[in-house]
C-alpha cells in the first residue's frame, strides 16, 4: 500500500532561498577580490610614494637646486601622496562592502539551512505517518486473516 508523495509545501521558497544564498556566495567572491586589487594597489601606491620621497631627500642634499626644481619635486610629492590617500580610502570601502557581503552571506545561508531543516522535518513526519497508515493496513489484514482461521 503506497501512500502520497512527500511534497514539501515551501519548496519554491527554499529554491529562492538557495539561489539568494549561491547569489551572495558570488557577490562575496567578487568584493574578496575587489579588495585584494585594492590591497596591491594600496602597496604599489607606498612604493611610488616611498620611491618619491627618497628622490626628494636626494634632491635636498644636492649643492646647486633651483627653487623652481624644489616646487615641482614638492608638488609632485603631495600628487603622490594624495593618490595614496585616495587608495586608502578605496582600501576602507572595500573592507566595509567584503564584511557587508560577508554578513549577507552568513543571513542568506542561515536562512536557507533554516528551510532545509524544515523540509526534512516535514519528510520525517511524513515518512513516520506513511509508516504508520501502512502498519495498520498490515495490522486490518493480519486481524481479519487470524479472525478467519479461528472461525
Do not use: C, P, Y
Not at 500500500?1 to 562575496?28: D, I, N, P
Amino acid at each position: 500500500m503506497t501512500g502520497s508523495a512527500f511534497r514539501f509545501r515551501l519548496e519554491r521558497v527554499r529554491a529562492v532561498r538557495e539561489r539568494k544564498e549561491k547569489l551572495a556566495q558570488t557577490e562575496l567572491a567578487n568584493a574578496i577580490s575587489r579588495h585584494s586589487s585594492s590591497v596591491t594597489e594600496l602597496r604599489s601606491a607606498d612604493e611610488r610614494l616611498e620611491h618619491a620621497r627618497e628622490q626628494q631627500r636626494g634632491v635636498v642634499e644636492e649643492t646647486t637646486v633651483s627653487a623652481n626644481d624644489l616646487l615641482a619635486r614638492q608638488t609632485f610629492l603631495e600628487r603622490v601622496e594624495a593618490q595614496r590617500r585616495l587608495r586608502a580610502g578605496e582600501l576602507e570601502q572595500r573592507e566595509s562592502e567584503l564584511a557587508q557581503r560577508d554578513a549577507e552571506l552568513a543571513t542568506a545561508a542561515s536562512e536557507h539551512e533554516m528551510l532545509i531543516r524544515l523540509r526534512e522535518r516535514h519528510r520525517g513526519e511524513h515518512e513516520r505517518e506513511a509508516a504508520r497508515v501502512e502498519q495498520g493496513a498490515l495490522d486490518e489484514i493480519a486481524v481479519t486473516r487470524f479472525g478467519r482461521s479461528h472461525a
